[in-house]
T-cell receptor
Framework: DTGVSQNPRHKITKRGQNVTFRCDPI?????LYWYRQTLGQGPEFLTY????????KSRLLSDRFSAERPKGSFSTLEIQRTEQGDSAMYLC?????????????FGPGTRLTVL | EDQVTQSPEALRLQEGESSSLNCSYT??????LFWYRQDPGKGPEFLFT???AGEEKEKERLKATLTKKESFLHITAPKPEDSATYLC??????????FGAGTILRVKS
């Protein structure tokens, strides 16, 4: 399977704990995106990388959230001191091609439950 | 601020009963409009990209059209396996997608 992969698929944690998610994009895709989706809503943009550079961050991304993409390959999203409101599906997508006209392909997501 | 509104929120069809889903958008400088299909517990699956008013694209029983203010996803003679949530998204400034809340489609045999 050469699609976007995400790990873990499910994560249950207690409030106040830190969690980290990983995304492996489609090979040779230089752009990588993180979105968050809550029940009954469409995905909401969190942040975007082109190669290893983080080019855009949403106002939704509080100081407790940090994302990295070392070496421009896989990416990690860390949430510190989790809150119940962080419970959601975290989706990763990747793309290639001319900016603004390329298609974003999504992974299966990581479902986070904060107790 | 870019906005996307999808209607109806939910749609129940009998197998073979054709219908349309609506996506209305307000953006400054549309670069692309995207349709995705999402099954429960899975990530969105890409269906179509439309770039300019008047453009149409087809895939099996699905046909997407675009005007200056909205897009339609037409479903012809749907089957139960077409049941899913259909998401519409726009790309304007930058590379991020702005999504609507989706339309939940249920097709009964």
């Amino acid at each position: 399977d050469t699609g976007v992969s995400q790990n873990p698929r499910h994560k249950i944690t207690k409030r106040g704990q830190n969690v980290t998610f990983r995304c492996d994009p489609i090979s040779e895709h230089n752009r990588l995106y993180w979105y968050r989706q809550t029940l009954g809503q469409g995905p909401e943009f969190l942040t975007y990388f082109q190669n290893e550079a983080q080019l855009e961050k949403s106002r939704l991304l509080s100081d407790r959230f940090s994302a990295e993409r070392p070496k421009g390959s896989f990416s990690t999203l860390e949430i510190q001191r989790t809150e119940q409101g962080d419970s959601a599906m975290y989706l990763c997508a990747s793309s290639a091609g001319p900016p603004g006209t390329d298609t974003q392909y999504f992974g299966p997501g990581t479902r986070l439950t904060v107790l | 601020e870019d906005q996307v509104t999808q209607s109806p929120e939910a749609l129940r069809l009998q197998e073979g009963e054709s219908s349309s889903l609506n996506c209305s958008y307000t953006v400054s400088g549309l670069r692309g409009l995207f349709w995705y299909r999402q099954d429960p517990g899975k990530g969105p699956e890409f269906l179509f990209t439309l770039y300019s008013a008047g453009e149409e694209k087809e895939k099996e029983r699905l046909k997407a059209t675009l005007t200056k203010k909205e897009s339609f996803l037409h479903i012809t003679a749907p089957k139960p396996e077409d049941s899913a949530t259909y998401l519409c998204a726009v790309q304007a400034r930058g590379n991020k997608l702005v999504f609507g809340a989706g339309t939940i489609l249920r097709v009964k045999s």
